[in-house]
């Protein structure tokens, strides 16, 4: 069974910085992509970053720059480095890692437009970050 927990989130100024982190278990979640979604209520949701099992990451042109995606392989936590934070960052966030399938969308997928589907992904619980102006 997989699960993933997150951890790290918070409330910071404009400017500042927080670290997710998410706690990944179940076999497959070491062997498929993980990727950071953001969602907050009445707003669409929205893609954040993507890291592939050959560590290549996808990111949000909103983040570029700003987040950093990286994941222990060894220990299969997934981390979310969140620098120069804005108000417009405000969202909860979500750990997710693909279902695996033959017709899974490739890694990254929502950067190009492509549509996300609750069941092709494993979801988090979420963890709330809030940036104050």
């Known amino acids: 069974q997989v699960r993933l927990m997150e951890s790290g989130g918070g409330s910071v100024q404009t400017g500042g910085s927080l670290s997710l982190s998410c706690v990944a278990s179940g076999s497959t979640t070491s062997r498929v992509c993980m990727t950071w979604f953001r969602q907050r209520p009445g707003k669409e949701r929205e893609g954040v970053a993507s890291i592939d099992l050959d560590g290549s990451v996808t990111y949000a042109d909103s983040v570029k720059g700003r987040f950093t995606t990286s994941k222990d392989y060894a220990k299969n936590i997934l981390y979310l480095q969140m620098n120069s934070l804005k108000p417009e960052d405000t969202d909860m966030y979500y750990c997710?890692?693909?279902?695996?399938?033959?017709?899974?969308?490739?890694?990254?997928?929502?950067?190009?437009?492509?549509?996300?589907?609750?069941?092709?992904?494993?979801w988090g619980q979420g963890t709330q970050v809030t940036v104050s102006s």
């Open positions: 997710t890692a693909d279902v695996p399938s033959p017709d899974a969308p490739f890694c990254g997928s929502w950067s190009r437009g492509a549509p996300v589907s609750n069941g092709d992904y494993y």
